[in-house]
């Protein structure tokens, strides 16, 4: 059973925005570190963005920098991935994941909870 749940994903034009979002139900996720990752058909999982807990420190994958934001909600138990400028190779199931730390940085070991992923497909 995943213990965190991913929403907003869906079918988007080259160039436009999607964001996704991330929630815990069973338990607080202001106080866990938090990655977005994503898996592309036939590829590795790989780190997207990640946060610590105070929201005050990020990082990108090289890839997304300048194209995506990852922050946490004024809505508690929240964090969000806002996704701008998409472009086809951004195609994947993207998942979040958290971990009882204040920072856990891109690699999926890190992380003890995760999503079941939600599907963005960049297609025109």
């Known amino acids: 059973q995943s213990q965190l749940v991913e929403s907003g994903g869906g079918l988007v034009q080259p160039g436009g925005s999607l964001r996704l979002s991330c929630t815990a139900p069973g338990f607080t996720l202001d106080y866990y570190a938090v990655g977005w990752f994503r898996q592309a058909p036939g590829k590795e999982r790989e780190g997207v963005s990640c946060i610590t807990t105070s929201g005050d420190t990020t990082n990108y994958a090289d890839s997304v920098k300048g194209r995506f934001t990852i922050s946490r909600g004024d809505a508690k138990n929240t964090v969000y991935l806002q996704m701008n400028n998409l472009e086809p190779e951004d195609t994947a199931v993207y998942y979040c994941?958290?971990?009882?730390?204040?920072?856990?940085?891109?690699?999926?070991?890190?992380?003890?909870?995760w999503g079941q992923g939600t599907q963005v497909t960049v297609s025109s």
């Open positions: 994941a958290a971990t009882y730390s204040d920072y856990a940085g891109l690699r999926a070991r890190e992380y003890d909870y």
